[in-house]
Nanobody, 115 residues
Framework: QVYLKESGGGLVQSGGSLRLSCAAS????????MAWYRKAPGKERELVAN???????SYAESVQCRLYVYRNNARNTMTLQMNSLKPNDSAVYYC?????????WGPGAQVTVSG
């Protein structure tokens, strides 16, 4: 069975940094594209960052140059380094992958940025 689990969320002041991690099990991790999404109250779920199995990345325009995604295939982990955080970055952050024709999501990690 496929399991994803986020960790590293918390409370930070505006301008601060956090690092989120996603641990995966139940899949051959190094062949799948992974992604970070976020969902803030009153807003639609948003794709934050995407990273393919071979390394190419993409970012939402609103987070480019502030957030950075990378992965360690040997450890089955994906990381989101979050810098220069703003109150509008406050959300529940989810890691996600697709396998066997299905989408798999972690339970989410809360990030709260105070101004």
């Amino acid at each position: 069975q496929v399991y994803l689990k986020e960790s590293g969320g918390g409370l930070v002041q505006s301008g601060g940094s956090l690092r989120l991690s996603c641990a995966a099990s139940g899949i051959n991790f190094n062949i799948y594209t992974m992604a970070w999404y976020r969902k803030a109250p009153g807003k639609e779920r948003e794709l934050v960052a995407n990273i393919t199995s071979s390394g190419p990345k993409s970012y939402a325009e609103s987070v480019q140059c502030r957030l950075y995604v990378y992965r360690n295939n040997a450890r089955n982990t994906m990381t989101l380094q979050m810098n220069s955080l703003k109150p509008n970055d406050s959300a529940v952050y989810y890691c996600k992958t697709s396998a066997f024709g299905l989408d798999f999501w972690g339970p989410g990690a809360q990030v709260t940025v105070s101004g």
